[in-house]
């Protein structure tokens, strides 16, 4: 009676072991015996792509999406080359007055200065003055003003970016200078998409402490999560500018 009374002993005895760990729970023990290299490549890694984070937004593409060697591609690149930059990505500068017209002196004295803008900045192409019939309004106070695109899309942004600030200046004494077309509508995009994530990170982080303080009851265990988070969006920014360097990523 003595060996089935031991097998049963030893059936139950198995049956009360806990599981073996997986491979999720061998690493996790792992790394708690050695928490303080994890620790350490961990802070490490964070510092390398944290130096890297603060030129996340510079370094991404931040003029949309397009599919290179197609056809519109080409088409685009072929206008940069033959036809003085007048592409998809040309900026067009709209000079208007109410009360005078394309022909009088200051609308010409703008235009001129508008177009010295664009001369000293070699990512322009040809600059295009007003046309007749063309870019010049029926009632002659509106005139459009085209300066070619001599870089890359992305380049364009930047350059518009740069100069937009300079073109808007030249408004005054009735007379509006705005820059438009594809290049300066991404330039205002980003800026409108980067304050706007600004601002909700500024009001959504006190409510999310507050929420947590709350839940946890103690602002350091609410802080902890929050911490984390940062650690995470800064390695991800950094992570990020790294990988735009193998690949382009939009903005």
Partial sequence: MSVPATAAATDR???DRPPAPGALGRLGSAMVTRRRWVFGIWLI???ALGSAAPT???SLAGAGWQANGSESVQVRELAQQHFGGNSSAAVQVVVHSDTASIDDPAMQQ???DVA???DSDTRFGEIVAPQPGMTISPDRHTGILIAGAD???DDMVKAVDEVKGELTALSGDGIEVYPTGSSALWSDFNKANHDAMIQAELFSWPVTLAIMVLAFGSLVAAGLPLLLT???LVASAGGLVLL????PISV
């Fill in 13 to 15: 005895h198995d049956r």
């Fill in 110 to 112: 703008t235009l001129t």
């Fill in 56 to 58: 996340v937004f510079s």
């Fill in 244 to 247: 735009n360097g193998v690949t």
């Fill in 45 to 47: 890694t964070l510092i």
């Fill in 230 to 232: 940062v650690a995470g």
């Fill in 116 to 118: 010295a803008v664009f």
């Fill in 151 to 153: 870089a890359s899309t």
